[in-house]
């Protein structure tokens, strides 16, 4: 059953409203004074989150690529010779290698720990397009499933002490002739008959299903997955900021099962198919802040692997603060999901701002059946919202599978205050499933306009409003 507000202009209707109380007695005991306390409680803890999270230092040392051979002219390859200037930093112990003012091709580069990549003001970094420079394959998480693929563009595993830097650009040359395409989507210039990863995804989320072995799950050449732009894996202190980042294959920011990381005054602008910003996967105490993100899909999306595979490693995404970012086109601002199998806690989100007709989602949480997983301990404050083109605050269980698994997903102390927002569809759009509803969502001093659709309320336990006004009407439950 959809609980329904009836009138938009009111948040529920009298019936509904009473459904809820009768519901949530024990929890209305707590009162305004307790309900507060436990928002507090939650952000109470970032503090001890941002004293763990310290960027990298590196030694005075630059070692410029151009000395190696690279050459800025946007044609030669000067893939070796970033690669050998990485190698001798890493070499003397660590340094900055740095990308000079110019156009400068290369294929993927691999960093090492201690070595900070700086691309100066003016440099631009042009990845090529033919995907056989990024073979041989390495391990990878894709959409969230342990496989060897192709080469991230900026990739590192098991590197510690790294960093990615400079006001420099990042340009992965996607486009609809080059890797979306394999997405398999007429809307991008794919037709039948073309190149699609629709039957390697679907044989790799079997193979996830059923523990085949890595050594199996090979793809590369002829399977078109397309790679993440930048993916660190299984490393700790990663720095990544003020680069700029366009024309990404698929995810631009990627890390996995990583530790200790900033991503600081990074402007993202990739609109292509699962061009997802900033998509931490299985990583602790991590800050992101101060980023500007344009993007094709999410512009933040907090993983933690996917159904059974993201379940057997077990490795849930925490301690995850972002703050003062601004979101403009995409799926979701603030994602959580859709894969989440290993589970995502504490998660802190302020002081952002997300303004577009080309946004959906403000605040996303994706999940189905299929994924199970626990989402846990999320705290959102001082959101500022123009418009946007669905829900503020958007819970859904029926994401792709929906309720056609044997999982049971758990979403529960989700706190989300002083938020405005002049213009969308639904306030809130929470649907959980009847053997799994979400539990304990507080929605306190928030004024949403404009609001055009009654919210919709599907099988959630413990859901409170205090002092929140929607198209001028106080509602408090």
């Known amino acids: 059953m959809t609980v329904g507000l ?29 309900w507060a306390a436990a928002a507090a409680t939650g952000w109470e803890s970032v503090p001890g989150i941002l004293s763990r999270i310290k960027p990298p230092e590196f030694p005075k040392r630059d070692f410029d690529v151009t000395q190696f051979g690279a050459v800025a002219d946007g044609v030669k390859d000067s893939t070796d010779a970033i690669a050998q200037a990485i190698a001798r930093c890493n070499q003397a112990g660590g340094g900055r290698v740095v990308i000079p003012p110019g156009f400068f091709a290369t294929g993927p580069v691999h960093l090492k720990s201690n070595v900070e990549l700086h691309l100066s003001p003016d440099a631009t970094l042009k990845f090529l397009r033919d995907p056989s420079r990024y073979l041989p394959v390495v391990y990878t998480r894709w959409e969230g499933t342990e496989c060897l693929n192709y080469s991230p563009f900026i990739y590192a595993y098991e590197q510690d ?3 990615i830097t400079g006001t420099g650009t990042l340009d992965g040359q996607a486009d609809c002739e080059h890797w979306w395409p394999w997405k398999g989507h007429r809307d991008c210039g794919w037709s039948n008959g073309q190149p699609s990863q629709e039957n390697a995804r679907n044989a790799l989320m079997q193979m996830g299903e059923r523990d085949a072995p890595l050594a199996y799950r090979k793809f590369g050449e002829g399977h078109f997955l397309r790679p993440s732009f930048i993916q660190p894996v299984r490393g700790k202190n990663i720095l990544i900021q003020g680069v700029t980042i366009v024309n990404s294959p698929m995810f631009e920011i990627n890390p996995v099962m990583c530790s200790n990381l900033t991503v600081r005054d990074v402007k993202i602008a990739s609109h292509g198919p699962n061009n997802d910003g900033c998509d931490p996967d299985s990583c602790v105490d991590m800050l992101i802040e101060n980023c500007v993100f344009d993007t094709g899909d999410d512009c933040i999306a907090i993983k933690s692997g996917r159904n059974r595979d993201g379940r057997r490693l077990a490795s849930p995404s925490e301690n995850i603060v972002i703050r003062n970012c601004r979101m403009k086109d995409g799926h979701g601002g603030v994602t959580i999901g859709s894969e989440m199998s290993g589970g995502v806690r504490n998660v802190f989100a302020e002081r952002c701002m997300m303004d577009s007709p080309h946004l959906n989602q403000a605040l996303r949480f994706k999940t189905n059946a299929m994924r199970g997983g626990t989402i846990e301990n999320v705290f959102v404050r001082n959101i500022t919202i123009g418009e946007i083109a669905d829900a503020i605050l958007h819970i859904d269980f029926n994401y792709e599978e929906g309720p056609k698994g044997p999982e ?7 706190d989300v205050r002083d938020v405005t927002c002049r213009n969308a569809k639904y306030a809130i759009f929470a649907r959980g499933f009847r053997d ?23 099988n959630v336990r413990d859901f409170r409003l205090d002092a929140v006004t929607i198209n001028g009407k106080r509602v408090n439950v």
Request: aromatic share 2%.
């Open 436 to 458: 799994a509803p979400i539990q304990d969502v507080r929605v306190g001093n928030c004024t949403f306009e404009h609001v055009s659709e009654a919210n919709v309320i599907d």
């Open 408 to 414: 049971h997903p758990l979403v529960r102390n989700i």
């Open 6 to 34: 009836g009138n938009p202009m009111t948040l529920l209707s009298r019936r509904a409203a009473l459904q809820q109380t009768a519901g949530l007695a024990a929890s209305a005991m707590l009162g305004k004074k307790a």
């Open 161 to 163: 002490n790294i960093a």
